[in-house]
């Protein structure tokens, strides 16, 4: 079984930052990948970064990139969303994801950004 706990959400104002956090548990040997995503009310989930789970390679959404970073603590199973430069179209629900032979997911944080 597999446990994704997101934290770190919350409310900014533009421009500021917030760290988001994913901690896994379970059967993290079998991952190939985690992931980021969003979703706004009315829309459909859509990809954000992710992260091989052992080489470190990274890929990033657009409209992300070189606002935010993923990054990964291997001894602590948890993977990290930097986000800097926040813009009010970045609020949304980010949730969590790892892939292996299964989709996993967390339960979601709130990001909200004021103008």
């Known amino acids: 079984q597999v446990q994704l706990v997101e934290s770190g959400g919350g409310l900014v104002q533009a421009g500021g930052s917030l760290r988001l956090s994913c901690a896994a548990s379970?059967?993290?040997?079998?991952?190939?990948?985690m992931a980021w995503f969003r979703q706004t009310p009315g829309k459909e989930r859509e990809f954000v970064a992710h992260?091989?789970?052992?080489?470190?390679?990274?890929y990033y959404e657009d409209s992300v990139k070189g606002r935010f970073t993923i990054s990964r603590n291997s001894a602590k199973n948890t993977v990290y969303l930097q986000m800097s430069s926040l813009k009010p179209e970045d609020t949304a629900v980010y949730y969590c994801?790892?892939?292996?032979?299964?989709?996993?997911w967390g339960q979601g944080t709130q990001v909200t950004v004021s103008s």
């Open positions: 994801n790892a892939r292996g032979p299964d989709d996993y």
């Open positions: 992260i091989s789970w052992n080489g470190g390679y990274t």
């Open positions: 379970g059967r993290t040997f079998s991952f190939n990948r």
